[in-house]
């Protein structure tokens, strides 16, 4: 199986090149899954946070002593208790989509384990973040192939203006203190760029190289 983690900004686009590229790999006759697009799109947001949380909290009774090690570093964040709890079931249920067993040929997720560890290291520092990410990377049964949807955060402040969603942090602030979690945001991906594979998505969804994807991805299915 190839797993797919797609990550950057809001507003970014990663969730629907991903489910596009789905759609194309099906049609091309692939078997493939995209459990994190899944549960945002076909769950009401209460049914969401119960499943989200069965799934994490089933994964960390299963393998503790690796999830310990994650635990430790969500403690030493300067934050709240309700954030940190927030943290370990998006790290757990995230780890959970990843290591499930399954007969299909690809698995994409849009919010995969870049993304789950933004959440971290926005709340924290730089050394915290790359142990986790570090961490949950061991944990992967199996190597993740990370795409980098590559935006200008002009572009994204854009994107995000028409969306109504609301769904990410960063839809919930405005101003000044949006820009700088766009800034952060844009930093962590830029780190996180080295080893990925770059998609720029700074036009329309017709311009996205999908064949190239595509070809990125039989690479790894042989």
């Given at each position: ?28 006759g692939n078997i493939v899954e995209e459990p994190t ?47 940190k709890i927030k943290m370990w079931v998006n790290l ?131």
């Open positions: 199986m190839v797993i797919l983690d797609f990550f950057g900004m809001p507003g970014s686009g990663k969730s629907t090149i991903s489910h596009e590229l789905a759609e194309k790999l099906r049609k091309k697009w899944n549960l945002d799109m076909k769950y009401s947001k209460i049914k969401r946070r119960i499943l989200k949380s069965w799934l994490s909290f089933s994964y960390s009774l299963r393998h503790f002593r690796e999830i310990k090690n994650v635990f430790s570093l969500i403690g030493n964040c300067s934050t709240s208790k309700t954030d757990s249920y995230t780890m959970n989509v990843i290591n499930r067993k399954s007969t299909a040929d690809i698995r994409i997720l849009d919010e995969g384990i870049a993304q789950a560890v933004l959440s971290l290291y926005m709340r924290s520092n730089s050394r915290t973040y790359e142990e986790c990410f570090q961490i949950l990377n061991r944990m992967a049964d199996k190597e993740v192939k990370y795409i980098y949807i590559n935006t200008d955060i002009d572009k994204a402040l854009q994107r995000l203006r028409s969306r109504t969603n609301g769904k990410s942090r960063v839809d919930k602030v405005t101003g000044a203190k949006k820009m700088k979690m766009l800034m952060k945001t844009y930093e962590l991906c830029e780190t996180l760029r080295y080893g990925a594979k770059i998609i720029d998505n700074n036009a329309n969804l017709s311009e996205v190289d999908f064949d190239n994807l595509i070809q990125f991805i039989t690479v790894y299915k042989k």
